[in-house]
Antibody, heavy 121, light 111 residues
Framework: QVQLVQSGAEVKKPGASVKVSCKASGYTFTSYGISWVRQAPGQGLEWMGWISAYNGNTNYAQKLQGRVTMTTDTSTSTAYMELRSLRSDDTAVYYC??????????????WGQGTLVTVSS | QSALTQPASVSGSPGQSITISCTGTSSDVGSYNLVSWYQQHPGKAPKLMIYEVSKRPSGVSNRFSGSKSGNTASLTISGLQAEDEADYYCCSYAGSSTPVVFGGGTKLTVL
């Protein structure tokens, strides 16, 4: 069965960086893309971007361009999301998600358990 | 402000039907049949309930159905059950720039 297991909670100071991992299992990693979605406390879902595990192509949300980098390690079937220059409003639960089919962006069929990132001085 | 507009809350009694609307624009909902709906219980990851406007993934109850008219998509839940109480989010492909957009979410209360 498809599983996405994310790294544990992080506490960071403003201006720092955070790197969240998402280890995939139960399918051929390079046949699908991975999206990242975040959710601030008590708020809605926000799409951050997508990476193709096939060739590393990325597509980032415009508001995060320049601060976010998504990568994959095909040897370990792991996707990573790094967010730099953290601000207090980056405090959120960060989810990785896999689409239902191939290298499409939607729909998001399988989700990780989420990683809480807290930005506080 | 979210790209797609949903009512903040809806409610219904067990056994009733409710509909949640999701209003976008001609650049997203109106242009693509790539609307999906997600259910989220408190403290849990979202779950895909409807994709490509009206398709249900395997394992999702047929009490859940989706539709679209113009720039507005809708999720209907029939025969409401207590377990349906959750937040629901719509999502659409939106072309270039930021290609995936979510609605602000709707809290469903089963009375």
């Amino acid at each position: 069965q498809v599983q996405l297991v994310q790294s544990g909670a992080e506490v960071k100071k403003p201006g720092a960086s955070v790197k969240v991992s998402c280890k995939a299992s139960g399918y051929t990693f390079t046949s699908y893309g991975i999206s990242w979605v975040r959710q601030a406390p008590g708020q809605g879902l926000e799409w951050m971007g997508w990476i193709s595990a096939y060739n590393g192509n990325t597509n980032y949300a415009q508001k995060l361009q320049g601060r976010v980098t998504m990568t994959t390690d095909t040897s370990t079937s792991t996707a990573y999301m790094e967010l730099r220059s953290l601000r207090s409003d980056d405090t959120a639960v960060y989810y990785c998600a896999r689409v239902a089919q191939g290298l499409e962006l939607l729909p998001l069929r399988y989700w990780g358990q989420g990683t809480l990132v807290t930005v506080s001085s | 402000q979210s790209a797609l507009t949903q009512p903040a809350s809806v409610s219904g009694s067990p056994g009733q039907s409710i509909t949640i609307s999701c209003t976008g624009t001609s650049s997203d909902v109106g242009s693509y049949n790539l609307v999906s709906w997600y259910q989220q219980h408190p403290g849990k990851a979202p779950k895909l309930m409807i994709y490509e406007v009206s398709k249900r993934p395997s394992g999702v109850s047929n009490r859940f159905s989706g539709s679209k008219s113009g720039n507005t998509a809708s999720l209907t839940i029939s025969g409401l059950q207590a377990e349906d109480e959750a937040d629901y989010y719509c999502c659409s492909y939106a072309g270039s720039s930021t290609p995936v957009v979510f609605g602000g979410g709707t809290k469903l209360t089963v009375l």
